[in-house]
C-alpha cells in the first residue's frame, strides 16, 4: 500500500510540475531570430490613432537546405528553401516560401525577376512584407552537431 501511494505521490508531483514555455516576443518593423519550428509573436508600436499594437505571430515550419557547404566545393551554390507561416486573431496565411541562393528553375511564383527572399502576405486582411535575412548556420560538410537551424526575418506591416 506504501508503494502505491508513494508512485502515485510522485506521478503528481512530476505532472504539476512541468514548465510552461515562455512565448518568445519580438517586434514587427525589426529583425528576428526565429529557430526551426518556432513560433514568435511580434508586436507594433501603439500610437494615438491605434492604442492597441497590432500583434502577429510567424512560425518557421520548414527549411530545405542545399547551399553548398562552406568547405566543399561546388558547380551552383544551392539554396536554402524556408516556409514560414503567419498567424493573426487566430486566422492563418497560407504558407510562404522565402529563398537565400539561387532562384530554382521549377518556383511556381516566377521569381527570377526579382527577389526571392521578399514577399506580402494577407492574414486577417492586414498585410505584411516579410523578408528573410539570413539562414544559420551555413551548411559545412563532415562537421558534427551542427546548431539548430535559425531565421533571420524582418516581418513589416503594409
Do not use: W
Not at 7 to 23: D, G, M, R, V
Not at 88 to 106: C, K
Not at 140 to 153: F, H, L, N
Amino acid at each position: 500500500m506504501k508503494t502505491l501511494f508513494a508512485a502515485l505521490l510522485t506521478l503528481i508531483l512530476f505532472t504539476q510540475c512541468t514548465k510552461e514555455s515562455t512565448p518568445v516576443t519580438g517586434r514587427l518593423n525589426q529583425d528576428v531570430d526565429v529557430t526551426l519550428h518556432q513560433t514568435v509573436e511580434l508586436t507594433g508600436s501603439t500610437t494615438d490613432e491605434n492604442p492597441q499594437p497590432d500583434k502577429v505571430r510567424i512560425t518557421f515550419e520548414d527549411l530545405n537546405e542545399s547551399r553548398c557547404p562552406m568547405n566543399a566545393m561546388c558547380i551552383r551554390q544551392g539554396a536554402a528553401v524556408t516556409q514560414f507561416r503567419l498567424e493573426r486573431n487566430r486566422q492563418q496565411s497560407p504558407p510562404v516560401t522565402l529563398v537565400i541562393g539561387d532562384a530554382l528553375p521549377t518556383d511556381t511564383r516566377k521569381l527570377r525577376s526579382r527577389s526571392a527572399d521578399t514577399t506580402l502576405v494577407t492574414v486577417d486582411n492586414a498585410r505584411y512584407q516579410v523578408i528573410l535575412k539570413t539562414v544559420l548556420p551555413y551548411p559545412c560538410a563532415g562537421c558534427p552537431d551542427q546548431e539548430t537551424p535559425k531565421a533571420s526575418i524582418r516581418v513589416t506591416a503594409q
